[in-house]
Structure formats: structure tokens, C-alpha cells
């Protein structure tokens, strides 16, 4: 079975500051990668994926993940984070193949202070 | 596109009642929808996963009895929490996916109290 870890669960960053989020997954065989957001209050939206092609994969709002196969790991980054990314942030795998169970990682909450 | 929707968004209720909590994929077919449960400042835990016209499957641990799962339409799921406990109350949210599958998209949620 699959499994993902999230080694940050609190993360302070003043705006503008550059983002990392790591995210490590367990498992034998291919897989699939996701990155989820929750704003306060809301509900989870996907923020990026990776299945296949260039591990370097570009989401909305100026996030990106980077899947590095060798360390089994898909951090997240963004260059310049605002007051608005404010949120909570889960790592997500399921392998390959459709119809997969996914697991999710323990996510890590970021604050942005303004 | 790709929106769930979950109702209600908030239910309070008796211990001993039964709750049913709907999952609606408002612009698409969800061949499979999936039902999980989030405590307080922990991950979502898949309870089961459903697809249209058969049983679901329920993980480990989680009782079929209790958690009632029916998925009769391409569009609509429903989780009814039977003879509710106040160790049942929680956060559950639902997703679907169509195709593929290989993406879910996730509903608001729906916040349970057993009083």
C-alpha cells in the first residue's frame, strides 16, 4: 500500500517569501501525484497534478511541483507567496491506473503574515 | 467545470437518529464517487469507495452497517450514517471522478454533531 508524508504541518512565511512544501510518498510501482488546497472554509480544490511526462508541473496560481522519482518525492513551490495562499496544503498519491484509492498526506497549514 | 456539491452542509442531530448526507456532481458523470471522513486536524481517511449501480467498498475498519452507501445514479450518492454516536461526529466529505478516474473532485463537505 501507498503512503505519503508531509514533513511540515505549520509553515509561517511573511508575503513575498518563497515557498517549499515537501511531500514524500511510498510505493512500489507508478504513480500518480496531487497537490490539494483547502481554504478557510472551503472545500479542497486541486491545486496541481502529475502523471506522467515532465516532472516539472505548473498549477494555477502560480504554484508548481517538481516529482523527483530518485527521492520519491513531488514538493510543492512558489517563488512569492501572498496573504491569500493562506490555507492548508495536502500531498496526495494514488498509483497509476484509474479507479485508484488515493492517500492523502497530513497536510501542512501555511500561514502568510502580510 | 468538475463541481460536487454535498448536502446538507451542516447537520445536527440525536444520538440514536440516522443522518443521510448527499453528493451530487453537478456538471459531469461520476462513474465513482468516493466517501472520507477528516478529524480535527488530521488527513481525509477514505471510508469507501462507490461506484454507480454496485456495492461499495468499504475500507478497513469502517462498518458497512453503520455507514450506508448508495450510489444509484451517475450524479448522486448518498452516505447515511445509521443509530449516529456522538463518536461518529465528524467532517465528510465526498468526491468523484468520471473517465479516467484518475482525478476526484472534491464536495464542501458536511459537518456532523451527535449530540
Known amino acids: 500500500a501507498q503512503s505519503v508524508s508531509q514533513h511540515n504541518h505549520h509553515v509561517i512565511l511573511s508575503e513575498a517569501a518563497s515557498l517549499e512544501l515537501g511531500c514524500n510518498y511510498s510505493?512500489?510501482?507508478?504513480?500518480?501525484l496531487f497537490w490539494y488546497v483547502q481554504y478557510p472554509g472551503q472545500h479542497l480544490q486541486l491545486l496541481l497534478k502529475y502523471f506522467s511526462g515532465d516532472p516539472l508541473v505548473k498549477g494555477i496560481k502560480g504554484f508548481e511541483a517538481e516529482f523527483i522519482k530518485s527521492k520519491f518525492s513531488f514538493n510543492l513551490r512558489k517563488p512569492s507567496v501572498q496573504w491569500s495562499d493562506t490555507a492548508e496544503y495536502f500531498c496526495?498519491?494514488?498509483?497509476?491506473?484509474?479507479?485508484?484509492?488515493?492517500?492523502f498526506g497530513t497536510g501542512t497549514k501555511l500561514q502568510v503574515i502580510p | 467545470g468538475a463541481v460536487v456539491s454535498q448536502h446538507p452542509s451542516r447537520v445536527i442531530c440525536k444520538s440514536g437518529t440516522s443522518v443521510k448526507i448527499e453528493c451530487r456532481s453537478l456538471d459531469f458523470q461520476a462513474t465513482t464517487m468516493f466517501w472520507y471522513r477528516q478529524f480535527p486536524k488530521q488527513s481525509l481517511m477514505l471510508m469507501a469507495t462507490?461506484?454507480?449501480?454496485?456495492?461499495?467498498?468499504?475500507e478497513q475498519g469502517v462498518e458497512k452497517d453503520k455507514f450506508l452507501i448508495n450510489h444509484a445514479s451517475l450524479t448522486l450518492s448518498t452516505l447515511t450514517v445509521t443509530s449516529a454516536h456522538p463518536e461518529d461526529s465528524s467532517f465528510y466529505i465526498c468526491?468523484?471522478?468520471?473517465?479516467?478516474?484518475?482525478?476526484?473532485?472534491f464536495g464542501p463537505g458536511t459537518r456532523l454533531l451527535v449530540l
Open positions: 468526491s468523484a471522478s468520471s473517465g479516467s478516474g484518475e482525478t476526484q473532485y
Open positions: 510505493y512500489g510501482g507508478t504513480v500518480n
Open positions: 462507490s461506484n454507480e449501480g454496485s456495492k461499495a467498498t468499504y
Open positions: 496526495a498519491v494514488t498509483p497509476s491506473g484509474g479507479y485508484q484509492k488515493v492517500t
